[in-house]
């Protein structure tokens, strides 16, 4: 029997989904299935894969909304005392069906491009590149990908946690 408690939930502290509201905290994105959206073994390196895992709570599942990017809370990278971190964000290199959604630093250059550009609607995360969703099978450690959106495919459907 399917989760259906994991579809279209979205808690209050997502108020004004993927407007860049600054009182948005970290959140988990979890699937249909129960799987969250995560860092693939938290690694901080540009490109790396975006799967689905069960929810441990691990800073790698833990995604803040900034503008129209996602941003991984557990990813940046600190250098120097007194130098930024670099945030990494759900970032895509690829418009064709089934690329991959990978981890990048996040860049004005990307976002203006809209290659870390989402939108939330209807439980669907959608790049405003292509218009196509985020996508993953329920398969634990399964990578996410962009493919063409359909409301009958549970493996589209995002909530998000706080």
């Given amino acids: 029997m399917p989760k259906t408690s994991h579809s279209f939930l979205l808690c209050s502290v997502l108020a004004a989904p993927f407007l860049g509201a600054s009182h948005v905290h970290a959140a988990t994105i979890v699937n249909h299935f129960g799987l969250c959206l995560e860092d693939q ?16 709570g691990l800073f790698s599942q833990q995604w803040k909304l900034s503008g129209p990017s996602i941003m991984g809370i557990g990813t940046g990278e ?17 418009t064709a069906e089934g690329a991959p959604v990978l981890l990048s630093e996040c860049q004005e250059v990307l976002q203006t491009r809209k290659l870390q550009n989402w939108n939330y609607s209807g439980g669907q995360i ?37």
């Fill in 78 to 94: 600190t250098g120097d005392p007194g130098q930024p971190s670099h945030t990494k964000c759900l970032t895509i290199f690829s």
């Fill in 41 to 56: 073994s938290g690694a901080t390196m540009d490109r790396n894969p975006i799967v689905g895992h069960g929810c441990f």
């Fill in 126 to 162: 959608h790049s405003t590149l292509t218009g196509q969703c985020l996508t993953q099978n329920g398969t634990q450690f399964a990578p996410v990908t962009l493919q063409t959106c359909d409301p009958g495919n549970p493996g589209q459907f995002w909530s998000f946690r706080s």
